[in-house]
């Protein structure tokens, strides 16, 4: 199996790619959804990332991901057996799941092992898609075609952190704590206002406009496909460049300062957009720390503010049918509102 095409090497998409390591830097932002044209590199740089992730440590066999030092009450594989011993620690790549949009849902949230127990008598759990995605990234391609059921089974998931199966004379709870990411075309229809709202962060992608950037595409897309290991190789250096931005963001992001001037104006920010509710205020904190731990940097400025509210605000504006400038304007002119001490957007 050939190796997914290289995160740095993708030209242009920079809010997508910067949303993507926010994530990864902090996972509580609450994923990233990325719409937009087909063909312009949402699932390539999807993929990709899951390459240059650190690597997480748990326990050779497990299939829910658990911590070495938490092991799940579940989980057969972290719990010590009669010896006492458990399976080694070791490191595995972070999980990228894929949900398909087909999935049962059984195979999303796991169901009664129907071989074991025909043939052995046994009544054992077999684990799903979320277990596997625990302490890691769910994709789904074309989120918004998710089926309505499949859309409430992972609303209760991403907002408790928890799976529960309650069938079957089963009844077993698991972590599945993921970062969740989805993308899709807004043509082929929206997402349901409770799916919308639980992402972090939407970043939209269009079609690259200049004339060197899509030759630059064209160039690199047909060196990967002519010899996708050799054109890993040579962009090995700056993934890994990028993936020690991602480490030390992580080791740095509760020292992130976010100044009470700062803090303020977000507010007022919100305010003055009519955000319902304090989520999308809480995430505009979060991201922005995420955005500065991956600078390198101890505190948050309004630069990071201005850059990234659109990432986090823009998908959870009311609609207004008197301004039909759209989301993104309406976006910058709170904040110069804000920044000239206005307060209005």
């Keep these: 199996m050939p190796k997914p095409f290289p995160f740095s090497a993708i030209v ?44 997480i440590e748990t326990r050779q066999g497990c299939r829910y991901n658990c911590l070495p030092a938490e092991p799940q009450a579940c989980c057969p594989q972290c719990q010590p057996g009669a010896s006492g011993k458990r399976p ?14 087909g999935a049962s849902e059984d195979r999303v949230c796991g169901a009664l ?18 277990a596997a995605a625990n302490r890691g990234f769910l994709y789904i ?33 698991h972590a599945a704590r993921f970062v969740l990411v989805g993308s899709g075309n807004p043509e082929e229809g929206d997402l349901r206002p409770q799916l919308l709202d639980r992402f972090g962060l939407s970043v939209e992608v269009t079609t690259i406009n ?38 030390t963001a992580r080791k740095i992001l509760r020292d992130v300062e976010v100044p009470d001037t700062i803090l303020m104006r977000m507010s007022q920010l919100c305010m003055s957009l009519g955000i319902d509710g304090m989520r999308g205020e809480l995430t505009l904190m979060r991201a922005c720390r995420s955005a500065a731990a991956l600078d390198g940097r101890r ?47």
């Design 210 to 247: 200049k004339l060197e950037e899509r030759i630059e595409v064209i160039r690199r897309r047909d060196a990967y496909e002519a010899d996708p290991d050799d054109f890993s190789a040579t962009w090995a250096r700056k993934d890994t460049a990028i993936r020690n931005r991602v480490v």
């Design 12 to 55: 242009a998409q920079e809010d997508m790619k910067k949303a993507l390591l926010m994530a990864a830097v902090d996972p509580s932002l609450g994923g990233v959804l990325i719409f937009g044209d087909r063909g312009t590199g949402k699932s390539t740089a999807v993929r990709a990332l899951a390459e240059l992730l650190p690597k």
């Design 141 to 173: 391609d074309e989120v918004n075609l998710l089926e309505d059921h499949l859309v409430d089974l992972l609303l209760d998931a991403a907002a408790s952190g928890v799976n529960v199966v309650e069938r079957e004379g089963l009844s077993i709870r």
């Design 113 to 130: 092992d129907l071989e074991k127990a025909l043939v052995a008598g046994e009544k054992e759990f077999e684990p799903g898609l979320l």
């Design 299 to 345: 505190s948050v400025t309004w630069d990071d503010v201005a850059d990234i509210s659109p990432m986090v605000l823009c998908h959870r504006l009311r609609r207004d049918p008197l301004d039909d400038a759209g989301s993104a304007p309406r976006i910058r002119r709170a904040l110069a509102g804000v920044e000239n001490g206005v307060g209005h957007g």
């Design 88 to 101: 080694a620690i070791s490191k595995q790549r972070t999980p990228m799941v894929d949900l398909p949009l």
